[in-house]
């Protein structure tokens, strides 16, 4: 995409959501659209990120909360079950670790640098409830 | 026609409306909200934005988030510009000039709570006295949290703002909030409302019953902020329980002005102490000589909620 520099910007913009006009948005899941250049899920904030949560498939029980209360947008759920998650939007909040109910969670907050295989190997066991 | 949503599994299918990628700040309960109200339904929907947060994060240039017919308009304005494109949608149907006159669309302002409990307020009550067909949704997160934390007449007394700064001296804002609730409802608007994004079934409801509304409605939601109540950015749905479950946000319903109906009644109330306790702001209440702020807090809650009770049980 070209970039106008500050002085050729012309006061008031349309930005286009998609690249048709006539787009089914209700009916069409996000892979299927046709974004525009403009629109911001063209773009990433995954360099917002110290902490990023790492999805376990095991445990989880496809209760939805995470995406929810998600606020990027990030959580990838479809026909009801949660799929993993869209690394180029999550800012690492950790709001979906932090609802997670399973025990142990199925979301957990590590930092960026660590590999998701080798974190996966090492999830934490059931905690026992404290009598 | 509004979308029927049973469970959350159920609405997790909706396929996404606002997109990800905006920048607020990581854990900003603003864009739950948004969220919550653009996949809560399948009409289109025509969006005037107030300056503040939402607006200034969601469409920097050349990017946008929003996959509705959005617009930004001026800090005072939101309310007039949803109000002057539906004067026009309904002339257009009436001419016969739309080229889809069947499908539904609904018109949606947002403002934050500078924007509509000081700036835009009287635009807002113009709005709601001329007798639109939409709907306003206030982002209260209880301060210009934009433009660096100044406090607004929605800020809570007690509250440390830039501003109103605690120190040695004062105890941070010394006015009390607006009921901007109560204001709306005197109004005469048909369908008044206040909710939280940790209840997401009520928000949802109420959202569904707003568009569904004919008339201008006014929907108050907390969004708490991590950045100037000074939480943790993970802490957004812990403290948005703790702020309804001790009752300083109560979920109540005001409909044609007078009928209340409270939506949400927490089974253990918690004190406000303790939702205080987990925010940055109200961190100096917790000295000695500052208690008493604490304390007539917790008899305004008290009394406050008395109130809805008692005006729930007598329907008026």
Known sequence: MEYKGWDQVEAGAVLPSFEDKNCDIVGQKQEDRNYAQTNSYTASVADWRVFKPVFNKDVCIDCQNCWVFCPDTAIVSRDKAMLGIDYDHCKGCGICAEVCPTNPKSLIMFFENEENDEVLSQWPEKKKKEK | ?316
């Open chain 2, 1 to 316: 026609m509004s979308k029927i949503i049973k469970n959350l599994k159920q609405f997790s299918t909706s396929n996404d409306r606002f997109e990800g990628a905006h920048l607020l700040c990581p854990g900003c309960a603003h864009s739950i909200i948004v969220r919550e109200l653009l996949n809560c339904t399948d009409d289109n929907l025509v969006i005037a934005n107030a300056t503040g947060c939402l607006e200034v994060c969601t469409a920097v240039y050349p990017h946008t988030s929003w996959d509705a017919s959005w617009i930004h308009i001026g800090f005072e304005n939101a309310a007039t510009a949803a109000t002057g494109a539906e004067a026009m949608y309904k002339t257009l149907k009436k001419k016969g000039r739309l080229k889809d006159p069947d499908k539904p669309v609904k018109f949606v302002a947002f403002g934050g709570d500078g924007a509509t409990y000081d700036i835009g307020f009287q635009f807002l009550s113009g709005a709601v006295e001329r007798g639109h067909d939409f709907t306003y949704v206030c982002l209260d997160n209880e301060v210009y949290a934009n433009t660096g934390g100044q406090r607004s007449s929605s800020t809570p007394r007690g509250s440390s703002t830039t501003t109103t700064p605690a120190g040695r001296v004062s105890y941070g804002n010394k006015k009390y909030k607006k009921d901007i609730v109560a204001i709306m409802a005197a109004h005469g608007a048909p369908y008044v409302a206040q909710v939280a994004p940790n209840k997401w079934k009520d928000m949802v409801k109420k959202y569904q019953k707003a568009l569904a509304t004919e008339g201008p409605v006014f929907i108050n939601a907390m969004s708490a902020c991590t950045t100037e109540w000074k939480f943790p950015a993970d802490q957004t749905i812990d403290v948005s329980d703790l702020g309804t479950d001790s009752l300083v946000f109560p979920l109540y319903e005001i409909e044609n002005g007078s009928k209340l109906t409270i939506t949400y009644r927490p089974k253990n109330i918690v004190p406000v102490r303790d939702y205080l306790g987990v925010q940055g702001r109200f961190k100096h209440l917790f000295k000695k000589e500052n208690e008493h702020i604490i304390t007539q807090m917790q008899k305004d809650v008290d009394k406050k909620w008395e109130m809805l009770q008692r005006r729930e049980e007598a329907g008026v």
